[in-house]
């Protein structure tokens, strides 16, 4: 499991950093989180190829979240791109979708299917993970997105050794956890194997500090928090633009225990010097790290 960051810049993009793009690879998905203007070319700079991209998530329709949707759809109807392109995104998802599709001229060629997602809860449900939403509070509706690989059960060899069991059906029925009779002995799952905790990664993006902010990244291996701003110097601004800044960030970190920190969606102000937001970030969770374009994260 990978995530690849493609741009971190808040609002315009800066001379390092672009807007918005996050790409989860996991298995066969390819998971774009926000596809800020300019993600093609982070992707090309990155040696990745869009075509891959099997879903795509979208935290809100603010211009720097979206804007590099209409030439991504155009490099995929141009590549003849033959998956069913799968958006998941909040309220009002579906209208802008579908002008989006209607003011470019490609929309025969690519085949979507649009989600739009009003409540809090799970979203996809697939076979090896699953993907929650929950609303964020920011001027327009937005969400916060949470990867869950599932736990894994595995089998203990050596202890279903001892039973003399070392292959067949069997082992298949105590990887589900069912105890099973084997020479007329009884194997009880639990005694034969253990479980591997799946990861999980939270992504949240442009709101204010609100509760749903723990609950999506509860316990999670990755949090990408936006951090928008200084709280010792730009508080105020904060709550008026609908951000958090980095004090908050690393507050929802640690009450959510969470195992690293990912500071992204740094305003522009911020764009030669963005220590102070470490530092400032650092004080409540330590395990906090800035995020850079470009920069790979395997979990
Ligand atoms: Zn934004
Ligand atoms: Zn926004």
Not at 17 to 27: E, P, T
Not at 242 to 256: E, L, P, R, V, Y
Request: hydrophobic share 40%; proline share 3%.
């Amino acid at each position: 499991m990978e995530v690849i960051i493609l741009g971190t810049s808040e609002a315009v993009p800066t001379a390092k950093r672009s807007q918005l793009a996050m790409l989860l690879k996991y298995k066969n998905e390819n998971i774009l989180v926000d596809c800020g203007e300019g993600t093609q070319r982070q992707f090309k700079i990155a040696g990745l190829s869009p075509l891959k991209i099997t879903r795509i998530l979208i935290s809100h329709w603010h211009g720097d979240h979206v804007l590099g949707l209409p030439g991504l759809l155009q490099t995929f109807a141009l590549n003849n791109y033959s998956k069913t392109l799968k958006i998941y995104g909040p309220r009002g998802t579906k209208k802008f979708a579908k002008l989006l599709l209607k003011t470019f001229v490609f929309k025969e060629k690519v085949k979507t299917e649009i989600h739009e997602i009003d409540k809090d809860g799970e979203i996809i449900d697939a076979k090896d993970f699953y993907i929650e939403a929950f609303r964020m509070k920011h001027s327009i509706p937005c969400l916060a997105y949470k990867f869950v690989e599932k736990d894994r059960r595995k089998i203990n060899i050596n202890a279903t050794r001892k039973f003399g069991l070392k292959q067949g059906p069997l082992l298949g029925e105590l990887q589900q956890g069912k105890n099973i009779v084997f020479k007329g002995k009884k194997i009880k799952s639990k005694d034969v194997t253990y479980v591997v905790r799946g990861r999980k990664i939270a992504f949240i993006i442009d709101t204010l500090f609100n509760k749903n902010c723990i609950k999506a990244a509860k316990n999670v291996d990755l949090l990408i928090s936006e951090s928008t701003f200084l709280e010792s110097t730009h508080f105020d601004k904060a709550k008026e633009r609908g951000h958090m800044t980095a004090k908050q960030a690393a507050t929802i970190a640690k009450k959510a225990r969470v195992k690293r920190l990912l500071l992204t969606h740094l305003s522009q102000r911020y764009a030669r010097n963005p220590k102070p937001i470490l530092d400032e970030a650092k004080k409540v969770f330590k395990n906090t790290q800035l995020a850079e374009d470009l920069m790979r994260i395997k979990l």
